[in-house]
């Protein structure tokens, strides 16, 4: 079954199906697909009576996502749902509220059918630090879905639903959506409400959707974007209307090419299937324009001392006192903090608040933090200069295709280079999504396209066109 959110839609509004027999037919795939361990929680009951309460939204004129099954990153809080965000910490907690993005895909008539497993406080490029294991790569089982938001990729991947959403801090929702064969988009910082959403590191966290076609994240971000006013460095600007700016052709777009994008260190056949899809581009009129980013070779280290450095202030709030986890003994208050963090984070989520407060700490602000700081400045001024010659910023996704479960564990620093051509769009604040562009090996490529702030209307239109003409993105794994 390959429903995609579009046919989706116009099946109900036909009334060839309701809502209810959607959701009724994803549940049963979803358990015969649990060895892909791809959701955390799920809420039959819950699911099967927000569909009813859709189709009846529907017959009295909702709109077009009504009825729609999706799923939410367990980073989301849902009110009365469970909300683990991967982690120990987090295994039982209850949120008494809803997040802004969960609270609006309601409101526009979404489904939710289950939460989706991810990294361990979305820290993590293969969906292996999950405190509930890790999740399997459906076009190769052996394989991992990438991360953080492993779950929802895989689950997209696995046709399990239509659609799902994501969050991205340096690379968790392209990443996972190139390894998984998927469309993923994170939107500029500020597009989306952060509100409700577990933080990780606040100047980068953008919460995005994640689809099987560009024209699907068009609808799910039109019901995702807007103000809210309970999220400070939510943007008070209007909304387009997505999906309705998809369909221009084009002629003259100027694709930039980023020098440092296309060289050593990515499987040169990645390269071969971007450099065949960007003849794609050009036949539909697009030219291509060398660009460099210069100072993208220190993105990685850049934002692994920022990243941390909030992390650690973000996760402070995890005592044992407030909410979540707590040791069950304990000497006195000191040892309950140290027994609680120790027992509730896992290794990875350790190491960052150990970078992280290192970084922070009086004698090393300024040689670490403060200049990474500063640096974030110049990539972005690289980002300004690119865009003064190019509409849009073409390149791989992720050095690899998906690689196998374990491979990496052992040695973080090569986990954390797979986020190599992502993690400077998050310091810049950018748009982003990535496509599928072809196979290596039997495994899905993708493609990021970089777009200008704000531009999102413009990608997803970008990407579309390229849906038109290719089917990449519709492929489907096999067995599945
Ligand atoms: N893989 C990166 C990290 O581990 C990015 C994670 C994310 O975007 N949430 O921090």
């Known amino acids: 079954m390959t429903l995609t959110i579009t046919k989706i839609a116009e099946d109900l509004a036909a009334g060839r199906c309701s809502s209810r027999e959607i959701v009724d037919d994803l549940l049963a795939r979803i358990k015969a697909h649990s060895a892909l361990n791809a959701f955390i929680s799920m809420d039959e009951d819950a699911a099967r009576q927000g569909a009813e309460d859709a189709d009846r939204m529907r017959r009295a004129g909702g709109g077009v996502l009504a009825g729609v099954p999706i799923a939410h990153k367990d980073i989301f809080c849902t009110s009365g749902v469970k909300t683990t965000c991967g982690s120990r910490m987090l295994a039982d907690f209850v949120p008494p509220y809803d997040a802004t993005v969960v609270e609006k895909m309601r409101a526009a008539g979404c489904v939710m059918v289950g939460k989706t497993?991810?990294?361990?406080?979305?820290?993590?490029s293969s969906n292996e630090t999950s405190f509930f294991g890790p999740v399997r790569n459906p076009w190769d089982p052996d394989r991992v879905p990438g991360g953080s938001s492993g779950g929802s990729a895989a689950a997209v991947?696995?046709?399990?639903?239509?659609?799902?959403?994501?969050?991205?801090?340096?690379?968790?929702?392209?990443?996972?959506?190139?390894?998984?064969?998927?469309?993923g988009l994170k939107p500029s910082y500020g597009r989306v409400s952060r509100y409700g959403?577990?933080?990780?590191?606040?100047?980068?966290?953008?919460?995005?959707?994640?689809?099987?076609?560009?024209?699907?994240?068009?609808?799910?971000?039109?019901?995702m974007a807007g103000f809210d006013a309970r999220d400070a460095t939510s943007l008070d600007v209007p909304v387009p209307d997505y999906a309705a700016s998809l369909g221009k052709d084009l002629k003259g777009l100027r694709i930039g090419i980023v020098k440092e994008h296309f060289a050593q260190g990515v499987e040169p056949a990645i390269l071969e299937v971007l450099r065949e899809a960007l003849r794609e581009y050009e036949r539909q009129g697009a030219v291509l324009v060398d660009v460099s980013l210069p100072n993208s070779a220190h993105a990685v280290p850049c934002y692994y001392v920022l990243a941390p450095a909030e992390a650690s202030s973000n996760l402070a709030r995890y005592d044992g006192v407030r909410y979540g986890f707590?040791?069950?003994?304990?000497?006195?208050?000191?040892?309950?903090?140290?027994?609680?963090?120790?027992?509730?984070f896992g290794p990875e989520v350790k190491r960052r608040i150990m970078i992280g407060t290192y970084a922070l700490s009086a004698g090393y602000y300024d040689a670490y933090y403060v200049k990474a700081l500063k640096l974030r400045r110049l990539i972005a001024d690289d980002f300004a200069r690119a865009f003064e010659r190019c509409d849009v910023l073409a390149g791989p996704a992720s050095p690899s295709t998906a690689f196998a479960l374990g491979?990496?564990?052992?040695?973080?620093?090569?986990?954390?280079?797979?986020?190599i051509f992502t993690i400077p769009v998050n310091l810049a604040g950018l748009p982003a999504l990535s496509m599928p562009a072809g196979f290596v090996g039997g495994l899905p490529v993708g493609m990021q396209l970089i777009g200008r702030y704000l531009d999102e209307a413009h990608l997803l239109n970008v990407a579309h066109r390229f849906q038109e003409a290719t089917d990449w993105h519709a492929r489907v794994p096999a067995g599945i």
């Open 117 to 124: 497993n991810m990294d361990e406080f979305a820290m993590g």
């Open 157 to 183: 991947a696995a046709r399990l639903v239509p659609g799902a959403t994501g969050t991205d801090t340096g690379g968790s929702i392209r990443q996972p959506a190139a390894f998984c064969g998927i469309t």
């Open 197 to 223: 959403l577990v933080a990780f590191a606040s100047s980068l966290d953008q919460a995005g959707p994640l689809a099987q076609s560009a024209a699907d994240c068009a609808h799910l971000l039109s019901a």
């Open 326 to 344: 707590r040791a069950a003994e304990y000497k006195d208050l000191e040892d309950m903090y140290k027994k609680t963090r120790s027992e509730g």
């Open 407 to 419: 491979a990496k564990n052992t040695d973080p620093v090569s986990m954390y280079l797979n986020d």
